[in-house]
Every structure is written in C-alpha cells, then in structure tokens.
C-alpha cells in the first residue's frame, strides 16, 4: 500500500481567537481569585443576597433551592446573551439596510 500524505487546513478566524483568548481569561481569573480566596462563585453568592433569597424564603422556598435557581437564572442570562444577541444585532443591521425593499412606496 502508498503511504498517502494527507493535507490538513486549519482555518482559523479572528473571532475564534478572541474567544479562546476569553476563556483562557476567564479560566485565569477563576483560579487566581480562588488562590486569593476568593472564587468566582463568591462574585454571584446567592446564599447571602438579601433581597432575592429572602424573597423567596418567604414563600417557603427553600434557600439552597432558590440559589440553585438563582444560579441558572444567571447562566441562562449570560448563555443567551453569549449565543443569540450576536445574531439578533445582524438580523436587525440586515434589516435596517434594507427595509427600504420591505416597506411599499
């Protein structure tokens, strides 16, 4: 059998970049403020916010239940914003340039 080369093109854009540069960022900071003793989950600790955990106390909720949900609540809001603001903003530059075509005369 021929020993055939295989030829590999990586492509690599400037947005993958940036984005490995943000989680290799956010992977630092995580466990340089946990080597400082603080970690990043202490930035978001529901267990001592007043308002929502309490709030939710109140309506026999319990606290460890409403931090979880608090969490997702946060996870929820930075994934969307993260994943389906980028294309929603070029929907709406896509449909401001031509919503002449779409509006009638």
């Keep these: 059998m021929e020993d055939q080369k295989k030829i590999i093109n990586i492509n690599i854009t400037w947005q993958g970049i940036i984005k490995i540069i943000a989680v290799l960022a956010a992977v630092y900071f995580y466990f340089y403020q946990r080597r400082a003793g603080h ?4 930035l978001f600790n529901f267990q001592r916010d007043r308002t929502a955990v309490i709030w939710l106390a109140k309506r026999k909720i319990p606290r460890l239940l409403s931090a979880a949900v608090l969490y997702l609540l946060v996870i929820s809001v930075v994934a969307c914003s993260i994943f389906f603001v980028p294309p929603l903003a070029r929907e709406v ?3 401001s340039k031509n919503s002449p075509e779409y509006v009638p005369r």
Aim: glycine residues 0%.
């Design 39 to 42: 970690s990043f989950c202490r």
């Design 93 to 95: 530059v896509d449909f």
